[in-house]
């Protein structure tokens, strides 16, 4: 549907841009329910109502066609020949707007969305829109000042009714304009959510799925790890280890009774890992490698430990007099933190 939609805005923006005919009707975009004359009075109250009840997209009590750049731009050219200030507008909104679809990279697009941005402007409190006039400039247009208080009396007349609808219009037009970067910065929005969700899912995998660190291992991996200067962090796909205790079950070999339970500490080691699963947000099975110190309640040995998921270790260490050492070490941290 977004792409039908991007084709249609481009088509309009391609007749636009190559000097279409404007038909002579005078017959407005849209419907208005109001009487053919009005005092000015009378006008300044439907003008009233109209800035408070339309929307940023749409208008109550109003049955109108959706407006295209190509009738609006015609609409505009038109209207400039009874109200000088608008001669300008219309090409600075087409350029503008063609800008915005025909632009190659995103950076581009942005750009003009920008620009649009700033020109194109409403405010219901005052009753003023703000149009481009041309390259770096913009002009505020006084819908009351400028159209139904200079032009209407307090005796009911057409030309009353013509400067309501006219202002009515350029408060629509505003309104129309603004939805093309609103159109294009949804999918922005909807982007940025979505990558957001995965993003945080992202860091609770890194806190959850891998290896469970300790106080004194959390301060080390944040002095460590450094955050991006410019939007967003990653997690990492590696922790630092650092004075971690473990379980292990270790084979002495110059002990009478060789298998026996043991204090295992790795004292400085890495854990790694890659993200997969849905999106590439789910840490998978990571391995880790440590310098480790192996306690038996009287002799220490030491050696290197493999990490081979989460939860359990191996071992392999070198006590006094070259004995043998064999472990494997439950993880505390899994089952305590």
């Given at each position: ?11 309009l ?55 295209t ?86 005796s ?10 006219l ?69 990492p ?69 493999y ?31």
């Amino acid at each position: 549907m977004k792409l039908f939609f991007r084709s249609v805005i481009m088509l309009l923006i391609t007749i636009t841009s190559n000097g279409y005919a404007c038909s002579s009707s005078s017959t407005p975009l849209l419907k208005l329910n109001v009487p053919a004359s009005l005092t000015k009075e009378q006008a300044t109250q439907q003008l009233d109502q109209w800035l408070l009840s339309l929307s940023a997209k749409h208008a109550t009590n109003t049955s109108k066609p959706e407006p295209t750049l190509e009738l609006i731009n015609c609409y505009l050219t038109e209207k400039s020949v009874s109200s000088p200030k608008l001669s300008t507008v219309a090409p600075a909104l087409d350029n503008i707007a063609s800008l915005i679809v025909n632009a190659q990279t995103v950076e581009q697009r942005d750009s003009a969305i920008i620009s649009l941005n700033r020109t194109v402007n409403r405010d219901a409190g005052s009753g003023f829109v703000q149009f481009p006039n041309g390259a770096d400039s913009t002009i505020e247009i006084d819908l009351y000042q400028d159209f139904v208080n200079s032009i209407c009396t307090d005796s009911s007349s057409s030309a009353c009714s013509e400067a309501f609808s006219l202002a009515a219009h350029l408060w629509w037009f505003a309104a129309y304009y603004r939805s093309i970067p609103d159109f294009y910065n949804d999918e922005n929005i909807i982007s940025s959510l979505a990558f957001n969700d995965r993003l945080n899912k992202k860091w609770l995998s890194y806190k959850n799925d891998t290896i469970l660190l300790w106080p004194q291992e959390v301060l080390l991996n944040s002095l460590v790890f450094k955050q991006q200067e410019r939007g967003f962090t990653k997690p990492p796909s590696y922790k630092l280890l650092s004075l971690r205790p473990s379980i292990g079950l270790s084979y002495l070999s110059d002990q009478s009774h060789h298998i026996q339970p043991t204090l295992n500490i790795d004292l400085l080691g890495i854990y790694w890992w890659k993200y997969g699963g849905d999106n590439g947000v789910t840490a998978q099975s990571g391995k880790g490698l440590a310098t480790t110190l192996i306690w038996d309640g009287s002799d220490t040995a030491f050696g290197l430990t493999y990490h081979h998921n989460p939860k359990w270790s191996a071992t392999i260490a070198h006590g006094k007099d070259n004995d043998l050492v064999l472990s494997i070490s439950f993880q505390l941290a899994h089952w305590l933190l």
